[in-house]
């Protein structure tokens, strides 16, 4: 674009955002930048001046997911039309540069650093954004809009990862952990709720570490305090944390949860794997018994508390009987909520350097495995809900029919679990509403309105 170019009101961009819900953090912040930069949002690609694409690079599948995005928006273009494609967020940030020369469709690449800058690169005056030191804007406030529902808004509280697990990237793309000063945090959460939020997601690569990494603080209380500031704010209904590291997770603080009014007891503890061989392995610190006594504590804490999990089958020096042992935790642990990865080999991780590699066959028939008996797991946990009162936090019209509504129960988070099909009423977005559970599969509910009055 030069300075012949329309103005930037009458450029219209389209936004993709992959990758994990701290990526739609970033993502709804680049929707606000570029709206405040006078451009306008469009769903259609082919009516797009400006084309961003909030990337992916945690893993091979992700990274391909990213890389088949930007050129299937490449395509797009025709004749004389060539809408600007760039690429923002961890692919521009593990290969740099040399993403240009790999994917010549891409005009400008911006790393996570340059988050606050993307509306340069989308308004053709910067090819390259690929700073060494973060923003130090992270730290206020982000201006941001809500890309999908506004009622249900995701929180970033700090950015990056301290940790060392041997099968992730992540801390060498994005670097040691920086939490976000609470100030900030309240006040980003005050206008969300301002718009209408009614659900708050904290998300981080570890929200049990929040605030950890500052000055003389330590893993539990700085989260217990934020949350107890952001519990009192009005309008706020519910609040939800994601990716909780299991060795944060002391009595202390589970009983400091217990007392925060409104957060929902729902624990996403991402455990990996459950052995001790396994948990050296993969450097994660946690042993079978430190697994089995958090549990516990939860339990004992949280009459029904809700516990997702994922793990990881596949990692270097996985033997038979560490899955086995995996795959009776999964039958036997009453966790509510499971996720299931194969170990990606990411160049850059300790795992890629370890010997006793799994055969990609072994790992997909333990992925198989594990994935029915999760299933079949999770399954009976929802069907013990069948008859059950609950309250649900309706998102809207169900993608099927606008005569239909979907919600969520607090055992519900967002784009991660299943959700609460409503019938019976057609109650608005954003509306907590009671509902008897009528039917249940392994991640969906349906429940019918019109039982009890109102929560
Ligand atoms: S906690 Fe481990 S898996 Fe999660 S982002 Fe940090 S290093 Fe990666």
């Not at 005569?403 to 019976?424: K, N, S, Y």
Request: contains cysteine.
């Amino acid at each position: 674009m030069t300075h012949d170019s329309p103005r930037p009101m009458f450029l219209r961009f389209h936004l993709v955002a992959l990758g994990c819900p701290k990526a739609r953090v970033e993502a709804e912040a680049t929707l606000a930048a570029l709206t405040a930069r006078g451009l306008r949002p469009t769903d259609d690609p082919r009516r797009a001046d400006v084309l961003v694409v909030h990337t992916c690079s945690f893993v091979e599948d992700a990274r391909k997911e990213s890389v088949d995005t930007l050129l299937e928006l490449a395509a797009t273009r025709t004749g004389r039309r060539r809408p600007r494609l760039v690429a923002v967020g961890c692919l521009p940030q593990r290969y740099g540069e040399d993403l240009l020369r790999m994917l010549p469709e891409v005009d400008a690449v911006v790393g996570r650093n340059d988050l606050a800058r993307v509306a340069d690169a989308a308004l053709g005056r910067k090819r390259v954004m690929l700073s060494g030191t973060p923003d130090t804007r992270e730290l206020e406030p982000l201006a941001s809009r809500p890309s999908q529902l506004g009622h249900v808004r995701c929180l970033k509280v700090s950015e990056r990862c301290s940790r060392r697990c041997a099968f992730c990237a992540i801390p060498a793309i994005r670097g040691p952990a920086r939490s976000r000063p609470p100030a900030t945090l309240v006040e980003e959460a005050r206008r969300m709720v301002g718009d209408g939020a009614v659900e708050l997601v904290l998300v981080a690569q570890d929200v049990s570490r929040y605030g950890a990494d500052r000055l003389g603080d330590r893993t539990g209380p700085p989260l217990l305090r934020l949350l107890g500031r952001l519990s009192r704010l009005p309008g706020l209904r519910r609040l939800r944390l994601l990716y909780l590291y299991p060795d944060a997770l002391d009595r202390e603080f589970v009983r400091g949860l217990r007392e925060i009014p409104k957060l929902a007891p729902y624990f996403d503890i991402p455990l990996q794997h459950v052995t001790d061989a396994m948990s050296r392995r993969m450097r994660r610190g946690t042993r079978r018994r430190d697994i089995d006594a958090l549990l516990g504590r939860i339990r004992e804490e949280f009459p029904e508390p809700t516990i997702r999990s994922t793990f990881i089958v596949g990692h270097p020096g996985e033997t038979a009987a560490d899955f086995s042992e995996l795959l009776r935790f999964v039958h036997t642990a009453g966790i509510d909520r499971i996720g299931l990865f194969r170990c990606s080999d990411e160049e850059g991780t300790a795992a890629f350097e370890q010997g006793d590699k799994v055969p990609r066959g072994i790992a997909w028939r333990r992925f198989r495995t594990l994935r029915a008996a999760a299933r079949t797991a999770m399954r009976e946990k929802q069907r013990a809900l069948r008859g059950r009162v609950v309250e649900v936090l309706v998102d809207g019209p169900a993608p099927e029919s606008e005569w239909l509504r979907i919600g969520r129960t607090a055992a519900q988070a967002p784009e991660i679990d299943g959700v609460t099909c409503l019938t019976g009423g057609l109650p608005p977005a954003g509306k907590l509403v009671a509902a008897r559970i009528t039917r249940t599969s392994e991640s969906d509910l349906v429940g019918e309105l019109g039982i009890e009055p109102a929560i």
